[in-house]
Nanobody, 115 residues
Framework: QVQLVESGGGLVQPGGSLRLSCVASGSGFRLYNMGWYRQAPGKQRELVAT???????NYADSVKGRFTISRDNAKNTVYLQMNSLKPEDTAGYYC?????????WGQGTQVTVSS
């Protein structure tokens, strides 16, 4: 089981960039499939990007070409690089990890894109 803590959110203008970090504590991080989700007020939580333990990635159509998910197993950290940010990207961003029946969520970090 791992515990996840996100950081790196904040206020940014449209067209700007942010990098979110998710640090895992506990055993077996490199075995986990990782992902980023987001949730805006009044909306359902949606998948943003996933990164498997084997290195495969998937992205929501709305962020493809703008966001990049990556991991550094030596640092027990997964990242979400967000470029060309739009107001529609404004949401709480949550880190997720899964290994077999184990499932972990972070507390979230707020991203606000506004002029």
């Amino acid at each position: 089981q791992v515990q996840l803590v996100e950081s790196g959110g904040g206020l940014v203008q449209p067209g700007g960039s942010l990098r979110l970090s998710c640090v895992a504590s506990g055993s077996g991080f490199r075995l986990y499939n990782m992902g980023w989700y987001r949730q805006a007020p009044g909306k359902q939580r949606e998948l943003v990007a996933t990164l498997s333990s084997g290195g495969s990635t998937n992205y929501a159509d709305s962020v493809k070409g703008r966001f990049t998910i990556s991991r550094d197993n030596a640092k027990n950290t997964v990242y979400l690089q967000m470029n060309s940010l739009k107001p529609e990207d404004t949401a709480g961003y949550y880190c997720h990890g899964r290994f077999r029946s184990l499932d972990s969520w972070g507390q979230g970090t707020q991203v606000t894109v506004s002029s």
